[in-house]
């Protein structure tokens, strides 16, 4: 990759308050993250976006006032994305909701999605459409602390991936997942319509914000043809049929924390030096299974990137 020259990064945490689904780790997780970003990896706290759903001070003491919608988070990447040029570090943390989207009964299988605070879901082949927007020698990383999340850049090459090792947790903890069935049922009472096709409840929500995957559906095979290694690099906080633990032990006066975020972030702060993409995955693997976790995180990206330093840190330094 060329010289490192901008720093840019999307953090959005969505803990959806006041709901059924709510989750309590999530906005910490990325509040954690920029501080790490900016103190660790050299990131300017004017490059890095911070979306929210309630209100949470950040290490400047400004709050966040953007609501992480559908819309404004694809806002939020797509300018990203347009800003990068060669050499550029990209990153996009996610901690909240995924889920999984049923393909039709002829084909097998499911897509994955993360859940915005409004249910506008933001698929696989969004993700994959934005890294096929990336200019030659700059990098974009997602790390995606959200159930489901093993394979969210469609077509992505797995680096590391399923587990064999399964252990029945005795952890109490609140699983990341929105299930299907249930994200079908909000949008229902929105809508109206009478259908369990997910895509008419989301164009009739939200029109042109709607996910690419429903509004273009000829566009996901359009975006795979001549595919080749890119500059994707998928962290996952779990396989694509697992959960990603919330904890919240606030009652014993914890803090609340998201399993893979955590993990992530004692990794990077037990070893000052340059860790490759592949050893971030496996020593948060490690700290989980310690942990008691049964949620195994996953790498997707190119063969080079996977023993590519993770966010191109500058120097080793003591966080």
Known sequence: MAKVNKRLAVLVGCNYPNTQFELHGCINDVVAMKDLLVKRFGFDPTNIELLTDASAVTGEGSSSVV??????????????VSQAEAGD?????????GTRIPKPAHIFG?????????FNLITDVDFRQLVNQLPKGASFTILSDSCHSGGLIDKEKEQIGPS???????????????PFESILEHLTTLTGINTSDIGTHLLESFGANASLKFLTPQLESELFDFLKAD???????????????DMNPMESGGK?????????????????????NKEVVMMARKVLEAQG????PCLYCSDENADATFLCQPEAKPY
């Open 67 to 80: 609501l992480p919608t559908g819309e404004n988070i694809k806002a939020a990447l797509s300018k990203m």
């Open 89 to 97: 570090v990209l990153y996009f943390h996610y901690s909240g909701h």
């Open 110 to 118: 499911h897509d994955e999605a993360i859940v915005p605070c409004d």
């Open 164 to 178: 064999t090792y399964r252990a029945a947790s005795s952890l109490s903890y609140k699983a990341k997942n929105i």
């Open 231 to 245: 500059e994707g690099i998928l962290l996952s906080g779990c396989q694509a049929d697992e959960t990603s633990a």
């Open 256 to 276: 609340a924390y998201g399993a893979f975020s955590n993990a992530v972030q004692m990794v990077l702060k037990e070893n000052s030096g340059r860790l490759s």
């Open 293 to 296: 976790f049964d949620q195994h």
